[in-house]
């Protein structure tokens, strides 16, 4: 049996439908948001009426009944272009809508995917705490049971998606009591609970001033006595850790897609940027130093998009793929950086301006070794996998 490498007819259109939204839509106005560290509304609205924020969820529920192969192939072109619409659309998907579709009851799903889906509402999910990190593990928030509701208290930061106008709900992740394990050490119980925005005691902190994703939403979200019925409960109590492990595992191929979107797009600007730009009378593309930067920022990114799509090929067919994730998201991070740097250095004086999407490349790219567990986490997880 042989492998074919190519996409079905159906994701090959989605491709080239994403592609040329992203170079006749986004591109010639994301600039302007970016610098204005403004959202983009209008381009968000776009594409939810693409049926871009519904891609990997069953119609049943407002989607476009794709998977996650459909989801990478729409963040990597859109990336290709800019990663804040790119981030925008992972982290409403992976993570605002998602949670709901794996894990919540019938009631949550209808009442929450279709607006989800449509790109009318956007979903968050507040797992990051100031003391925590990649310790997300050491939970603070805590949800207390009274009655017919839970009592959130806690604070949780660099939460996308969580403030803009459109924004419907955060999912978070709270302490709701304690076990005690054989050495008599008490253990957190972490659970999941949705809490609608405007909900009172519900505060959204001002955008936070980043280095890149600049036409993004991230904010530092508190909760103070905050009140939601117990049936917001998302699946099981205690296990919130669990289900954040999976969405983890899953968003991470979704990053590796978006990283792979950027890693492209630098390849894009340099080749083009190469046959333009004269120096010493021909084109610096003509200099062999600048063409095998070009060979190797091409073999990256290509490497790249293999790695995440086998990935999501195996989360599809149901196989297991917390490696391959882990892999992904790893190495398209790295090369991600790299040929960002290398496009920048390809530039020249140019690619330190901000008019030349280079210059946005080079600044979102770093967050990618970060976001969705860092690199040093991946490479736990892969030795985990490894046997040790």
Not at 202 to 225: C, H, I, M, Q
Not at 267 to 292: C, H, L, M, W
Request: glycine share 12%; proline share 4%.
């Amino acid at each position: 049996m042989s492998l074919d490498h190519r996409l079905p007819e159906e994701l090959e259109e989605l491709r080239r439908t994403v592609e040329a939204f992203a170079h006749d839509v986004v591109a010639p106005k994301i600039g302007e948001y970016y610098e204005r560290h403004a959202f983009p509304y209008e381009i968000v609205q776009e594409m939810g009426r693409m049926g871009l924020f519904g891609l990997p969820f069953p119609e049943e529920y407002g989607g476009m009944g794709g998977d996650y192969l459909a989801l990478g192939i729409a963040l990597e072109e859109l990336a290709r272009v800019d990663s804040s619409v790119a981030i925008t659309l992972e982290a409403g998907v992976s993570l605002g809508a998602m949670p709901i579709y794996r894990f919540g009851t019938e009631d949550q799903k209808r009442a929450w995917l279709p607006k989800l889906c449509s790109g009318e509402m956007l979903g968050a999910f507040g797992l990051t705490e100031p003391d925590g990190g990649s310790d997300a593990g050491a939970t603070r928030t805590t949800a207390v049971r009274d009655g017919d509701d839970w009592v959130i208290n806690g604070t949780k930061c660099f939460i996308t998606n969580s403030g803009t106008d459109i924004t419907g709900l955060v999912t978070v992740t709270a302490v709701t009591g304690h076990t005690t394990d054989a050495t008599g050490a008490g253990r957190p119980v972490i659970s999941s609970i949705i809490v609608p925005s405007g909900t009172p005691g519900f505060t959204v902190g001002t955008p936070y001033s980043k280095v890149g994703w600049n036409a993004s939403d991230t904010r530092e979200l508190s909760f103070s006595d905050v009140r939601v019925p117990a049936a917001n409960l998302l699946g099981e109590e205690g296990r919130g850790y669990a289900q954040f492990l999976r969405i983890l595992d899953e968003g991470r191929i979704a990053i590796a897609a978006l990283a792979t979107g950027l890693a492209q797009g630098c390849v894009d600007e340099s080749v083009a940027y190469a046959k333009e730009r004269t120096a010493f009378g021909r084109p610096i593309g003509a200099n062999q130093a600048i063409q095998f930067k070009l060979a190797d920022m091409e073999m990256r990114a290509h490497t790249s998009r293999l790695s995440w799509r086998d990935a999501a090929s195996r989360l599809v067919h149901g196989e297991p793929f917390k490696k391959e994730a882990a892999l992904a998201k790893l190495y398209s991070s790295e090369i991600a950086v790299d040929n960002a740097r290398e496009a920048t250095q390809i530039h020249g004086g140019y690619g330190f301006m901000n008019e030349y999407p280079v210059a946005r490349m080079w600044r979102d790219a770093k967050i990618l070794e970060i976001g969705e567990g860092t690199s040093e986490v991946q490479r736990m997880l892969i030795a985990r996998e490894l046997g040790f």
